[in-house]
């Protein structure tokens, strides 16, 4: 439960996936529409894989457009 935060009134307020490499990923009701998001940046990870997978986008390019740091 270590992931999880909660808010005043005990309820859930912010999941935090496991770290994947550098990218640290939140669920957030405030962000995304409670969709998993890049905690520093507040883009949806769904957005950046469909730039990837799908568009064929380089990371490079993808990193540069939304002001991302990748190693």
Known sequence: M?????????????????????????????FGFGQPVFAASKIRAETIAELSYEGGESIDDIADEYNLQHS
């Open 2 to 30: 270590r992931f999880v935060s909660y808010a005043d009134d005990g309820y859930a307020e912010r999941i935090r996936l496991r770290p994947y490499g550098a990218a640290e990923v939140i669920i957030d009701p405030r």
